[in-house]
């Protein structure tokens, strides 16, 4: 599928409300390209549990941003669900998918969390994979957020190295694999441009904060107590916890270039983002 053909019809951004998919929209829309954002709560609706939603989205689409529930507390099938998905892509005229997934090969809670990788090879749909490392918007927009707040966040993460990305950086490459020649069978491992412990992000974070905010090194069961004892589901505690002990066993800490590669330059640095972040308030005690 050419750059002209990708750019001809709408762009599907399935998770068109999170992290990445806000910022894929976003940075699509900034090149005038028609995007339709699609949620369980867009007026373009979408859900992977109501095929009903598919067709009405994909109608008319030239390209997809697929990202699937492998890391949410669902039961989730992607042998069925992205197949079924890519198959009807096809049908309905969709030439190109970018699929958002871990960079992990490891199980985590007992799942897999890259099992619509093949799917979306075999789908015989222009596919480019992208496999991010955590994000920084976790400590603003996202999980960690609440332990900011309170001045302590506790992770089974020990002492482990991490090279967090931006989200932004993420949605680049995601734009770039969109509308652009050259990314089609390419499965890019994108890192931020250095190694930082969780100790280190959380105090980047509470130097732009200014105040004390500690990072606690904790056990995986009591990270999993603690998360069944605020109602989060215990098979869903125990994946986090299984992603916090890569981090802690160091499965993680290598740098990925994908970034650099699909873009040319390099990608933005957990400090930026701490100082940019700060400035608006939102760690504010």
Known sequence: MTEEAATAKP??????????????????????????????????RFDWFDESTWPDALAGAGAVYLVDMADQPVEWDPSYSVRAFCRLARASGVGRVVLLQARTNEDAGGKSLTGSEDEVRASGLDWTILRPSWFFQNFDEGILLDGVHEGEIRLPAGDGLEPFIDCADVAAV??????????????YELSGPRLMSFGDAVAAVAGQAGRDIRYVAVSADAYVAELVAQGVPADYARMCADLFGQIREGKG???ST???DALGRVPRDFADFAKSAGATGVWDA
């Not at 699509?28 to 373009?44: K, M």
């Open 174 to 187: 995601a734009v770039a694999a969109l509308t652009e020649d050259g990314h089609t069978g390419r499965t």
């Open 11 to 44: 762009i599907l951004v399935l998770g068109g409300k999170g992290k990445t998919g806000s910022r894929v929209v976003a940075q699509l829309q900034a090149r005038g390209l028609e995007v339709r954002a699609a949620s369980r709560s867009s007026p373009t």
């Open 258 to 260: 994908g970034v650099q």
């Open 253 to 255: 800490a290598y740098l």
